[in-house]
């Protein structure tokens, strides 16, 4: 919730958490893996590739070559996700803020394509930023929900019963 106008692209790895509250009021804490997107950092990103639950495809739409190289990263994840299906998948277009190079429709149809979700961010003026994360922690929530009877080794349920001045109750939902 902070833009710096000088912020360097990643190095290596960076990591993050994002609290998600879902529509049916269940709570997603997801941890954020953020790969550098330079080609020497990409033994890297496939290792983590192995465990994920869940992968933001990050382009921006002033750079054609950023758009040209997500290919790459879903071919490299398909590669390196030990196989598993029904992965949430996001295309993010970032820096909706300035003049887009991309063509939208090229953007439109990739998505299509690829069975990817398509959300298009400002993180400048925090446009679908949040919705981002949003989309992300209720496909990743859908797609365990559907799998909850077997073992997952990065999902973890937590239930945590809290008392409230209501009736209800709270479920604390963890994604590793």
């Known amino acids: 919730n902070l833009y710096d106008d000088n912020t360097i692209s990643t190095i ?10 879902l529509d049916n009021k269940k709570k997603v804490k997801l941890k954020l893996i953020d790969t550098g997107g330079q080609e020497k950092y990409r033994a890297i990103a496939k290792t ?3 465990n994920a ?6 382009y921006s739409i002033d750079d054609e070559e950023s758009f040209n190289n997500i290919k790459e990263w879903i071919t490299l994840f398909n590669e390196n996700n ?12 970032a820096k909706n803020d300035l003049e887009r190079v991309v ?7 990739f998505a299509k394509e690829n069975g990817l979700i398509r959300i298009s961010t400002s ?13 992300m922690a209720e496909q990743m929530y859908k797609e365990y929900s559907k799998t909850a009877n077997s073992k997952q080794k990065n999902i973890s ?6 008392k ?6 709270t479920q604390e939902k963890t994604f590793d």
Do not use: M, W
């Not at 063509?103 to 149809?109: I, L």
């Not at 993180?123 to 989309?135: A, H, L």
């Not at 349920?157 to 809290?162: D, F, G």
């Open 82 to 93: 030990n196989g598993k299906k029904g992965i949430p998948q996001i295309l993010v277009e």
């Open 103 to 109: 063509n939208e429709e090229s953007s439109k149809k």
């Open 123 to 135: 993180s400048k003026t925090s446009d679908n930023v949040d919705e981002v994360f949003q989309e």
């Open 48 to 50: 983590y590739f192995k």
């Open 164 to 169: 409230r001045r209501s009736c209800c109750l």
């Open 157 to 162: 349920l937590n239930t945590e019963h809290k």
């Open 53 to 58: 639950e869940g992968v933001l495809f990050v």
């Open 12 to 21: 290596g790895l960076s990591f993050a958490f994002k609290e998600v509250i």
